[in-house]
């Protein structure tokens, strides 16, 4: 029998736990690929299990939810290092907090210098500019953003 068919069998214990539990940063691909991997490892320690389907799924279950419950623990292990880091008074090392991004003056000139650039686009290059703020490829993004650095520099100046 092909792994994939036999990932398929053990596939709605996967998505139980991942009903039940929550792993931080796992995405539903990480869950079915931990599945595959604590599979691979039962099937490499027991060769015969493939054929008795009953005790493929019960050993399967105990050994996934173990790993999983493994891996919260090491989470929460984590979590509870912060709370053992040595006291510091903020006054002695707030040189080395960063600032929370820009200030509110400093926003509202960067969104009024941002709608005035865009104002100043055809509809084309508006919808261009759409897709640059969306974080998106496109052809011409360079030169788009050049321009959009040069109205940038050319505000500053004012």
Request: with cysteine; hydrophobic share 30%; charged share 35%.
């Amino acid at each position: 029998m092909e792994f994939k068919e036999v990932y398929a069998k053990v596939r709605p214990i996967v998505q139980k736990t991942r009903r039940e539990y929550y792993v931080k940063l796992w995405e539903p691909e990480d869950w079915d690929q931990e599945g595959m991997y604590v599979l691979y490892r039962l099937l490499q320690q027991e060769d015969e299990i493939v054929r008795d389907e009953s005790r493929l799924l019960r050993y399967f279950k105990v050994k996934f939810r173990n790993y999983v419950n493994d891996i919260l623990r090491r989470q929460s292990t984590q979590k509870r290092g912060f709370d053992r880091l040595r006291y510091e008074e903020i006054g002695e090392i707030s040189h080395m907090v960063s600032s929370g991004g820009l200030l509110t003056d400093e926003l509202v000139c960067l969104r009024d210098s941002l709608a005035r650039y865009r104002s100043t686009l055809s509809p084309r290059d508006s919808k261009k500019y759409d897709t640059l703020v969306s974080g998106a490829r496109f052809k011409g993004r360079k030169k788009l953003l050049r321009s959009l650095r040069q109205h940038l520099i050319s505000e500053d100046k004012i």
